[in-house]
């Protein structure tokens, strides 16, 4: 196990990968799985910290080994990449402490948290959005929510879910508990997914129209826009996430294109009306959110 000073790390709960005995056991281990249950996934979902590291003495002098056991972590997935070829390479947990751009170039995507609590939980992904692509991100819904009373109204709580890749867990106790409404709403925000959101995520590019969203601090809005590369569609995800100042947001796009005339739904309503590119960038469109935690979702098409 990893130690420091000779006392265990976080409690005597983390693997010593720079002993190369302890690294090969650790592989064997996930190639065992992956082999004795034919896996298409494998997750790694595991909160703790290495902290400062382990150290020992070599050569003389006492050494952090932090560095030579994340350089065994990255060689062992290079490898067993290169085995399950057809495995996703999945992961999760710790806080952020395994996003960095060495892991993330290893492991095909991530859920960035597992609390979809607002406005933490759309805070984040606005941020972390700014060095990696929504359509490798993960977000929950279900299980790890306290339910709209507290987490937002149910549809924002899906949007949240649906603007990366979605995990829906633990819905209902049972498909004849499951309310209708709510069943409805995830029935409604699942297939607008599948046909309009998903379509576009690959390569789309990402617009942050509230790049500083403090997370312990106040702030009314978090706006993100998806617009297509050569701007045929876009999306306008806007979050009400504190009810100090107006409750309108003029949202002006940017990935669109001024010589074109788009369609535009408002998810909320879903009522659908046709605007010139020109006057979408020039004076955008103005929305209101009454309420504290709402959202709407408007999405455009070029004729």
Known sequence: MLTRDGKP?????????TN???????????ARIIRKYDLDLFRIDYNSTAEEGGNRVRDGFTENTLWRHVEALYAMFD?????????????????????????????QNTELSDWLRAPRGLKIPNGMTWILP???????????????VSDADLVTQL?????????????????ADFNPLEREAVRQNIALYEHVIRPMLKDCRVYHHTPYTPMLEGSPWVVLEYATPYAQKGLGWIFRTDESGDAVY???????????????????????????????????????LEGDLTSELLIFRAK
């Open 20 to 30: 190369p005995a302890v690294s090969a056991w650790m592989e064997s281990e996930i």
């Open 159 to 175: 949007r949240a879910s649906t603007m990366a890749l979605p995990i829906l867990r633990g819905l209902s106790p049972s498909p």
């Open 9 to 17: 790390v976080a409690g005597g709960r983390l693997l010593d990968l």
């Open 250 to 288: 003029r949202f002006v796009p940017r990935g669109l294109d001024l010589s074109r005339t788009y369609e535009v739904t408002f998810s909320n309503s879903q009522q659908t009306l046709e605007i010139p590119g020109y006057l979408l960038l020039q004076q955008g469109i103005p929305v209101r």
């Open 134 to 148: 929504p359509e490798i991100l993960l977000r929950t819904f279900g299980t790890e929510s306290d339910g709209p």
């Open 79 to 107: 490898r067993l990449r290169k085995q399950f070829p057809h495995v996703v390479f999945q992961n999760c947990a710790g806080g952020g402490g395994r996003l960095d751009l060495g892991m993330m170039g290893r492991i």
